[in-house]
């Protein structure tokens, strides 16, 4: 069976999942949501576009398969998404990374696993690299809440025996909410293994196979939600429009699509394939397109952060970079364009210093992965991602598409 998805982006903060026919809105049944929180690293991180690249350089593929060859710490990204999942019966509760760029969803990096009455020993190794982090271990089938009462009955997870990347974070391991193909090739004896929205649509809990994020800045406080089987109609207006899923690897893989970027109306990079990410922060662009917009905007590298640093007299004449996806157009205005200087110091920057959030992704367009929108592009602008089940099970991987709202 492929997998039938789609992907939506639209005004203003909200990521979701969406299947070809109506998803339920907030207040209908077979709909849930969990809380998440964010943590903003409050030391400074060591070049936070280094730290970008190293995650996409892991999500890079040859002849269409995930080439998982780095690996970085949790530490070193300025801001992370934790939310509470409880594993067992009785239940333990472990703080897990939201992932889309993974989709094995695992435990046991700080907080060890315990065999209950609900657990099962399936004999299978776990072996996984992540862009935040890998994992080595076994697999178990358990039971999963993901809270208010949300219950997934025999849910493949991987429990660490060695871990890289989360030590002394206190995060637990990752919720991946990928798309399945991520899966391929992580446990032995099995091809590859439904994510926890494939069981929740397959089990009956949620009525459609639908994912909602909803993206708040870090804070101290919750700083947005998971909504599975619907979404929120109070933040979507505007029509709905589509476009094709990208055929092209690996983007093909995670949720990737098709655009071509302007600046100030001038093309900086033609139409080519990429994905949206929210285990990556910044707006990264192929090496050429990167350098075509340092040109225009007269930024100057900032080695301790990475990123482009721009005089006040530059920020007033920033051009609006515009994403063509489809027959859709998605400006990101000047304000838009930079990192909020009230978390410079979080990326070891100076205060008084105006950042731009598009980096270099590190290699030149062509790739397979010629742009990666991470948060600062999911704090304007809304996504849908989209992983279904039997219901479309006839559609093929050339049917899948790709859904733009603004």
Not at 53 to 79: E, W
Not at 138 to 143: L, R
Not at 227 to 246: E, H, K, L, Q, R
């Amino acid at each position: 069976m492929f997998p039938y998805r789609t992907l939506l982006a639209v005004l203003p903060l909200y990521l979701l999942a969406v299947s070809a026919s109506p998803v339920n809105p907030a207040g209908d049944s077979g709909k849930v949501t969990l809380g998440f929180v964010a943590r903003l690293n409050a030391i400074g991180i060591s070049n936070i576009a280094d730290a970008d690249r190293a995650r996409i350089k892991s999500m890079r593929g040859k002849g269409g398969h995930i080439k998982r060859d780095a690996s970085v710490s949790i530490t070193n990204f300025p801001q992370i998404y934790t939310a509470q999942v409880s594993v067992g019966s009785p239940p333990t509760e472990y703080t897990l990374l939201i992932d889309t760029g993974s989709s094995n969803t695992w435990i046991g990096a700080n907080k060890s696993y315990t065999p209950t009455s609900t657990s099962y020993y399936t004999g299978n190794t776990v072996n996984a690299t992540f862009g935040s982090g890998s994992i080595f271990g076994v697999e178990y089938i358990d039971t999963v809440s993901l809270g208010n009462g949300l219950t997934i009955n025999h849910q493949s997870i991987g429990v660490a025996t060695q871990s890289q990347g989360l030590n002394g974070t206190g995060i637990d391991g990752f919720l991946g909410l990928g798309p399945v193909d991520l899966t391929q090739g992580t446990v032995s004896n099995t091809n590859t293994v439904p994510t926890v929205v494939d069981n929740l649509y397959s089990q009956g809990t949620i009525s459609s196979a639908v994912l909602g994020i909803y993206f708040i800045p870090a804070s101290n406080s919750n700083s947005g939600e998971l909504t599975f089987g619907g979404y929120d109609p109070s933040v979507i207006a505007g029509p709905i429009n589509y476009t094709p899923i990208t055929s092209t690897p690996p983007s093909s893989l995670c949720w990737g699509y098709n655009q071509s970027i302007t600046y100030g109306g001038k093309t900086i990079l033609p139409n080519t394939a990429g994905i949206v990410d929210t285990g990556t922060t910044l707006i990264l662009i192929a090496t050429d397109a990167f350098q075509a917009y340092q040109s225009a905007t007269g930024g100057i590298m900032d080695n301790t952060t990475g990123l482009l640093r721009i005089t006040q007299p530059q920020y007033n004449n920033l051009q609006t970079l515009s994403f063509h996806i489809g027959a859709q157009t998605y400006d990101l205005i000047p304000n838009a364009q930079i990192w909020p200087r009230s978390l410079n110091s979080a990326i070891g920057g100076s205060s008084n210093s105006i950042y731009l959030v598009v980096g270099d992704i590190g290699h030149p367009s062509g790739s397979g992965v010629d742009f990666t929108k991470g948060y600062v592009f999911l704090y304007v602008f809304l996504c849908y991602l989209h992983s279904s089940g039997e219901a479309d099970a006839m559609v093929t991987r050339a049917q899948r598409t790709l859904l733009q709202h603004l």
